[in-house]
């Protein structure tokens, strides 16, 4: 998947000051893209708190030590953001991908259509689509699963409990949901230190709104969050953290109270065991974002980034990677128009609380390094007000009453044997069928480490030649 990973993708390289500024040594450009539709930069603009982050990690020993891109790196790094750097505009697959080819005469979008057996409903009236080759479902982690589930193919009791005819029985439809969850806590910053916050004064923010319409500069040119680190499990790698982790391993793992559902289940298992209790592996992002974020308030991003209490914030948090808990996705009456139930599970398996705790306890370890130090306040207010990781009990109860998706979900018509817990094939095909594939992460079996899109990306491009290899068209 390496290639795929830089066909999709044109990296634009950074100055050298800005390569200077946030540590970006660790750029490698034989895994970057060059030639890819999404367009892939850094915001030409200094940040001292991002450039504080960075130097924060090189303290620590923890300053990226490969190109993420390449799988292989762990450590602090600033992200770059999909952002056209000639425009200064997000590049999506809208513009990007679909925009180029709109006009060709042998494509046809259909919107406002709910799907059912490849029968579309538009504005009542009922159309019968005819494939002549084959139907590619990338209707997302919950649509795609409903959609096989509508037409036949899943669980067997489910479908008929709906009246739906069964053609394949396949129990693993909808299962094995996976993603990311989030926490993190707010500090306020000194005085003068620039923040979010700074867009409640309406002068401000209209003056940095001109500034983007006017030669596209300022704040508006980057993305909202920039400062990343891929890290291990650094308190719990040797010593009595490490037998700490390595009993906890043994009594979850093991204990049939959490028997696996698929024999992949126990494949996934045995990888995440590896990593958590490798020093290279990371197991969670740690990040920071440099305005509050009301956590406590989710999960509508509204209400998050609302910024209701006074003065001025970061806010520090981590994301678990490689989940244990598995959810799913199902449908709940054969109306196509109807929302499926979604059951996340999230903490269903005791082991992500365990491990996302003491990632979080790592976090006060953050805050109190030079320079990152330097910017918070002394004796400072907490968002929440008190909130401090002194212990793992403490943790796991903030956990409980903070943690939000991260928006990344994965895995429901999982890339496996069908016998271990699969629906589509190594070429993505549905399993029992010839010509029905599935393209988007609900084929993960295993949820990626970070923010998916890149991942969604590079499946789509193997997806394509895949399908050309089929269709003799290469």
Known sequence: MASYYRKFHTFTPPTDS??????????????????????????????????????????????????????????????????????????????????????????????????????????????????????????GVFQSSQILELSGIGNAELLRSHGIEVLIDNPAVGENLQDHLLSGIGLEVNEGVMTGELMRDPEFAKAIMQLYQTNKSGPLCGGGMGSCALMPLVDYLRGDGKKEITQLLDEHLNSSHHAVKYPAEKVHNDIIRTILQSPNDASASVFMVPQQANLDQGPSPKDIFRMAVPGNFITVGVALQHPFSRGNVHINTRDPSAKPTVDPKYFSHPLDLEIFARHMLWLETIVKTQPLATFLKQNGRRNPGDTFMNDVPTAKKYLKETVLSNWHPAGTCAMMPREIGGVVNQRLIVHGTSNLRVVDASVFPLIPRGNIQSSVYAVAERAADLIKEDFQLL
């Open 18 to 139: 800005i390569r200077e500024a946030l540590g970006l040594d660790w750029i490698d450009d034989q895994v970057q893209g060059k030639s890819g539709p999404i367009q892939a930069s850094f915001p030409n603009m200094d940040n001292p708190l991002q450039k504080a982050w960075v130097d924060t990690f090189r303290t620590l020993n923890y300053h990226m030590t490969d190109d993420p891109l390449s799988g292989e790196g762990f450590g602090c790094f600033s992200n770059p953001c999909s952002i056209d750097p000639l425009t200064k505009e997000r590049s999506h697959a809208g513009n990007s991908y679909y925009a180029p080819v709109a006009e060709r005469a042998n494509l046809h979008v259909v919107t406002e259509a709910y799907v059912e057996k490849i029968l579309l409903e538009q504005k009542g009236v009922q159309q019968v689509v005819v494939a002549k080759r084959e139907i590619i479902l990338s209707t």
